[in-house]
Structure formats: C-alpha cells, structure tokens
C-alpha cells in the first residue's frame, strides 16, 4: 500500500449534468448569518421552558417567516462550488447535512489544510446531544466521515465511503471546544485509505478510519 495523491483530472461541472452550481463567494452574508441565527433558536426551542402563550406566540413568527423564505427556493441537489488558493475547485452539496453552509443543522466546523491533511474547530450545542452533556455517537461519526472524504477529496482523490470504522476512546463533550483532524494514509488502485481524530483538550475522544473509493470521472 502507498501513499499517492496526484491530483485528478479536471473536475466535470456539475452544471453540464443539469444540477444548479451557487459560487461560495456568491453566498449573501446575510444568509450565512441567518444560518447561524436559526442554530442557535434551535437550541433555544430545545431548551425552553416559555409558558404556552409565548410559545405559540413565538411558533406563530416562525410560521410566518417560514412561508415567507419558502417563497423562493432553491432546487434540491443544488451545487456548492469553491475555489480554493492554489486554484483547486471543490464541489459539495449546499445543503449537505454535515458540512453545508447553509443547512443550519450542519455542525458550525470548517475544514482547512494542516500538517499534511485537514484540521477544524467545532462547539456542539445541545441539539448535537446524546447522553446527558455528551455529543450523540451518531454525529460523532458524521463529523469523522466528513473529515475522512474530505481528506481523500483535498489529496486529489474524492470518493465514496465504502468502508468507516469508528472507534469512541472516550465521551465527548458538548458546549466544548473539539479539534477534528484528518489524512490519506495510503491508496490502493481506486481505494483510497484515511484516517481521523476527534479531540477534547488534546485527548482523543473518537477516531475513525475508512476506506474510499475513487470515483470514475467521465470523459
């Protein structure tokens, strides 16, 4: 096994296949802010204790800002494209349920390159819980799915998952800060090997490793 991580050939545009493709740099401030608006008001729904007349006062205005952003939508399986410093261009799914940057239910963690792979920040609210003060398992190896495709995709070799192993070393915390670092660690033919660690003050609490295959570009 080796590691291999030349780039691929171009990258097709998703538009030549009739999907919708948004510019990151074309995303308004004012929807990014929004996002981060209606994470927090998620939170707060899930921890309130208003009395009934606040709440249906409060469920009223979000109906009534709910029709009136639903006015105009956007097609499902829309685009996000991302041009990138050294002249890599990336595609993601705008409303990707882990990392899109406009779906208020993603985690707020964004992924740069470090050390030879990839290294994010994130804070998990309560509405990430599992156990009691604790992230649900389950978003545990979201986020680690995410970061490990992300890796192969940087390497020059996006993918698929066809293989994620998960492995929790210890709880992990809400309302605290948690470092999600990733790397290939190796290619066979189309399979591509990652790997990646989710941290509380340095301490691995999960890490994860999977195996990605290649996609078959056309052209």
Do not use: C
């Amino acid at each position: 096994m080796t590691v291999h991580a030349e780039p691929v050939a171009e990258l097709p545009d998703p538009a030549d296949y009739g999907l919708t493709v948004v510019e990151a740099e074309a995303l308004p401030a004012e929807l990014i802010a929004l996002v981060d608006q209606v994470r927090a008001l998620a939170d707060a729904v899930a921890h309130t204790e208003a009395d009934p007349a606040e709440l249906a006062e409060a469920g009223a205005a979000v109906a009534a800002l709910t029709e009136r952003l639903g006015a105009t939508r956007r097609m499902t399986g829309a685009m996000l494209r991302q041009r990138h410093p050294d002249g890599r261009i990336e595609y993601n799914t705008l409303t990707n349920l882990v990392s899109g940057p406009v779906n208020p239910t993603a985690p707020p963690l964004e992924l740069t390159e470090a050390d030879g792979g990839l290294r994010g920040e994130v804070t998990l609210n309560g509405t990430y819980q599992g156990p009691p003060g604790l992230v649900h398992g389950g978003w545990i190896a979201a986020m680690l799915d995410q970061a490990l495709g992300a890796a192969a995709g940087v390497a020059g070799m996006p993918g698929l998952t066809a293989n994620l192993t998960v492995d929790y070393r210890k709880p992990t915390p809400l309302n605290a800060p948690l470092t999600v670092t990733s790397r290939v660690t190796g290619t066979e033919r189309r399979k591509v090997f990652v790997s990646a660690e989710i941290r509380h003050n340095g301490e691995i609490t999960a890490e994860g490793t999977a195996i990605m295959v290649q996609i078959a570009l056309p052209g």
